[in-house]
């Protein structure tokens, strides 16, 4: 069962990193270019998780191919680590617009509060299974 | 491992039948505290905007197209402004059946900092004002002098910090709390300072006013009507006799919105009782079937010593295992969804929407997580009552 | 005061079924009144055609089916005058089991089949090494962490034997665990059942194995 369940973990980073990016460019996007050609913060917050989400998309396809056990826990560690940025950037990092009704605080905050903790989470508990796992062993 | 263990190993052993029964029990948890909580937010939100409409009617002039306008500020939260004299409020006052009366100004920012969104601004006399400043108390206390804002909600904007409206710079005073109304989009000031934003609106160039001074006009007047007198009569005697304004019932603008409020929870009640039915009737098949393809495995433990109730108990343990992890699951999603999507939720549905307080989702939550394992337990009752029942010897001898 | 030799007493027991289907034949006894007895130390082998009613006789004694008539003393205790839960607890403390077919749990490991018995009304402590021991003695210590989906059919029943065995009964109810076997294993298990009866057990060993003869201290055919 164990070696069933390393692509899966790898597999499901990948897929939440790649809705990080499809989200991000779509539906759970910042606020738009103005008429006059600038932009809000927000705009920069959106940029960054673009960022994060194209590297982290990187490491979950390397995560799904390694066999190393060490590179794994490696791997794990890094996506989780993604994952707490990806929660951090709108809103903390980065500031958002001023009203709370604009799309980036109503739609784009919390899909990236949502994917990042899923980051952190699935990659975070990766980590601590295979590192008791190594305690025991 | 024993009798007491073997629920919990069964479960492990099945991991893709587990997460199956686990998933279905979260989907129906979510449905329903989810909806739930959206019915409750919409109720909560439609008291709110009740509450903070305080007046009993409200008169505008009768050039600002009336109702429309009042309710686009109001209760759609599409910042807008007109004015009429002020003479208007002493002669609203003094109708009978008019126990005191209140003006409200309304202007609408262009740009302040906020990505070219309209902040609507109003303005109240502190002294005579009985809709708003009782809000403003809870939260600040004091009256707001010249110079000062209390935000909504919805307005980032930290207290102490200053927002920029015609030029003018404002201190933020106080943040109000949470409506689920358009007032959480709102600025509000005292008579003096919205009086210099529309001199400042003048100096930008913005056409806010047509001929009036600014020093005497008024956009609103707030009535409350003597508990003597009745609301609607006193209406009618201000259309007629009170010339270029129009009086509408507050009442009459939050009938609309309860009415839509109350088709949206229609549907969204439906909804979830047709995903709880598919849901529970899921659970049962599944159950049932589960139960009869494992009388085998029952019987060999009645061969073994276990007597009928703890072989029911085995199975009764492993729904409420799956019961609870999924209800948890579930009420995870759909807490985490509401909290993070209530912004996105309320300008979908364009109406006032107020989440419950934690306590009383915390009430929800628990409600929903008992209702999970009350249809656990339910549901593995017939099976259990079925194993019960099982011949171990025909069983084994069908073998 | 000595104890008692016959353990298990059948006194004019019949099991009837209601079949449906043919109008003649509404009622039929799967087993017509009879009388049986196991005396501990000894090894009862019970023979007959199929559908002379072994198995349900064995199924009345151990205490799994109801008789539609008799009763069964355990002890000079009747059987069916016990509730469920008592009953089970005495199945589990006194009898040791091993039914017809492949029945070892398929959830467990080998290990945690054979000592289950044993924990569901006591606490483990040295069992895990019984267990053990057990089937080493039955060839199959190897496999005790493997499940049973692993295992072929004749591995699985000497596992059946072990679980019966692990209690330490007073009385082995054995039906067909010499199927699926070959000699070695066949022998292996029989000289087993041959050594619970030496240390005091009565048992019944219900089966088509020629072999059994030589392990058995009385015969009985029934459907005769």
């Known amino acids: ?137 | 491992m024993n009798l007491k263990t073997y629920p919990l190993n069964s479960l492990r052993r099945h991991p893709a039948r587990t997460a199956g029964l686990c998933v279905l029990v979260a989907l129906l948890c979510s449905a329903v505290l989810g909806g739930s909580l959206v019915i409750g937010s919409l109720q909560n939100g439609l008291a709110s905007l009740e509450a903070r409409m305080g007046a009993d009617i409200l008169v505008a002039p009768k050039s600002a197209s009336t109702t429309t306008n009042l309710e686009d500020i109001l209760i759609n939260g599409i910042p807008g402004y007109f004015y009429m004299d002020k003479s208007y409020v002493d002669k609203v006052a003094q109708v009978e059946g008019v126990e005191r009366v209140s003006p409200q100004y309304y202007l609408a920012s262009v740009k302040a900092g906020c990505c070219s969104m309209p902040v609507q601004i109003i303005g109240i006399d502190p002294q005579t004002d009985f809709t708003i400043q009782p809000w403003i108390d809870h939260s600040y206390g004091k009256e707001l002098q010249r110079g000062e804002v209390a935000v909504g909600a919805n307005i980032t904007g930290q207290v102490g910090s200053t927002i920029r409206f015609y030029g003018r710079d404002c201190t933020i005073v106080a943040k109000l709390d949470n409506t689920g109304t358009a007032l959480d989009n709102a600025a509000f000031c005292d008579v003096q300072t919205i009086t210099d934003l529309i001199e400042g609106s003048v100096e930008q160039g913005i056409a806010v006013l047509t001929n009036n001074d600014p020093n005497n006009i008024v956009s609103t007047v707030q009535v409350k009507v003597d508990p003597d007198h009745n609301v609607q009569d006193v209406t009618d005697y201000i259309n007629l006799h009170v010339r270029g304004v129009k009086a509408v019932r507050s009442k009459a603008m939050t009938t609309g919105v309860a009415s839509s409020m109350a088709g949206i929870s229609r549907v969204v009640g439906i909804l979830v009782a047709v995903v709880w039915v598919l849901a529970v009737t899921v659970l049962f098949v599944a159950l049932w079937v589960l139960g009869r393809q494992r009388t085998k495995e029952f019987a060999v433990l009645r061969v073994l010593g276990a007597p009928s109730n703890a072989v029911a108990r085995v199975l009764v343990t492993e729904n409420l295992i799956v019961s609870a992890v999924g209800a948890l699951a579930g009420i995870a999603v759909a807490l985490l969804a509401m909290l993070g999507f209530s912004g996105a939720l309320e300008q979908a549905l364009g109406l006032p929407f107020l989440l419950p307080s934690v306590p009383s989702m915390a009430i929800w939550a628990l409600l929903t997580l008992a209702m999970a394992l009350a249809v656990g337990v339910l549901t593995s009752a017939f099976a259990a009552r079925r194993i019960a029942k099982v011949d171990a010897s025909q069983i084994l001898r069908d073998e | 005061m000595a104890q008692s030799q016959t353990i298990v007493e059948a006194k004019g027991v019949r099991k009837e079924y209601f079949r449906k289907g043919r109008e003649a034949a509404r009622y039929f006894d799967a087993v017509p009144q009879t009388d049986f007895v196991l005396e501990r130390g000894e090894l009862v082998e019970v023979t007959g055609r199929s559908g002379s009613g072994k198995t349900t006789l064995l199924s009345m004694l151990c205490g799994l089916l109801t008789p539609t008539e008799g009763v069964v003393l355990v002890d000079g205790q009747d059987l069916y005058a016990l509730d469920d839960a008592k009953r089970s607890a005495l199945r589990n403390e006194r009898f040791g089991v091993i039914p017809q077919g492949q029945t070892p749990l398929a959830d467990l490991t080998v290990l945690q089949n054979v000592f289950l018995p044993y924990t569901m009304y006591r606490d483990p402590g040295d069992v895990e090494q019984r267990a053990l021991e057990l089937l080493a003695v039955l060839g199959v210590a190897e496999l005790s962490e493997c499940y049973p989906q692993e295992l072929s059919g004749g591995e699985m029943r000497r596992i059946a034997v072990a679980r019966a065995l692990i209690c330490q009964p007073d009385v082995v109810f054995a039906d067909e665990p010499t199927g699926d076997l070959d000699d070695h294993n066949t022998a292996l298990v029989l000289q087993a059942l041959r050594d619970a009866a030496d240390a005091g057990a009565a048992v019944m060993l219900v089966t088509h194995e020629q072999a059994a003869s030589a392990y058995a201290d009385r015969l009985v055919k029934l459907g005769q």
């Open chain 1, 1 to 137: 069962m164990e070696n069933k369940s390393q692509p899966v973990v790898g597999v499901i980073l990948l897929v939440l990193s790649l809705l990080l990016i499809v989200g991000v460019l779509s539906f759970a996007g910042p606020c738009g270019v103005h008429d006059d050609g600038s932009v809000s913060s927000c705009f920069w917050a959106g940029r960054a998780l673009l960022g994060i989400g194209v590297v982290s998309t990187v490491l979950s396809l390397v995560r799904v191919f390694e066999r190393d056990e060490g590179e794994r826990r490696g791997l794990s560690l890094a996506v989780a680590c993604l994952g707490v940025l990806v929660v951090c950037v709108p809103g903390a990092l980065i500031d958002l617009c001023m009203m709370q009704t604009m799309r980036c605080h109503t739609v784009m905050r919390p899909f990236a509060l949502g994917v990042g903790i899923a980051l952190a989470l699935v990659g975070g508990i990766d980590l601590t299974r295979r590192l008791l796992k190594l305690r025991h062993a």
